[in-house]
Nanobody, 124 residues
């Protein structure tokens, strides 16, 4: 019954933008911090960005360099990932996840629920 469903992935040119959405259900969305992770073929899943339960505090991986922005709409139980200035190395399956920790975590083991992922391909 708990679900996190990502959408918005696709093919985009280098330098382009995408906005991913993650719709949550089956749990109290506002009681969980939310994060985005990604996994490229043959590589480990890595942290991208997270947002706290209620303060709006955000934190992101160094490779983001301000290009990505996370936001959440608790009324809609949805978290978003706005990705700008995309690079080829951003190509991966992107996953959203929910954590009971106040501000989430950079570690995947600290997340309780996971979405199925959405493919982002950055290529010319």
């Amino acid at each position: 019954q708990v679900q996190l469903v990502e959408s918005g992935g696709g093919l985009v040119q280098p330098g382009g933008s995408l906005r991913l959405s993650c719709a949550a259900s089956g749990f109290t969305f506002s009681s969980y911090a939310m994060g985005w992770f990604r996994q490229a073929p043959g590589k480990e899943r890595e942290f991208v960005i997270r947002i706290s339960k209620s303060t709006g505090n955000t934190y992101y991986a160094d490779f983001v360099k301000g290009r990505f922005t996370i936001s959440r709409d608790n009324a809609k139980s949805t978290v978003y990932l706005q990705m700008n200035s995309l690079k080829a190395e951003d190509t991966a399956v992107y996953y959203c996840a929910a954590s009971v920790m106040e501000s989430g975590s950079i570690y995947s083991t600290n997340y309780d629920y996971w979405g199925q992922g959405t493919q982002v391909t950055v290529s010319s």
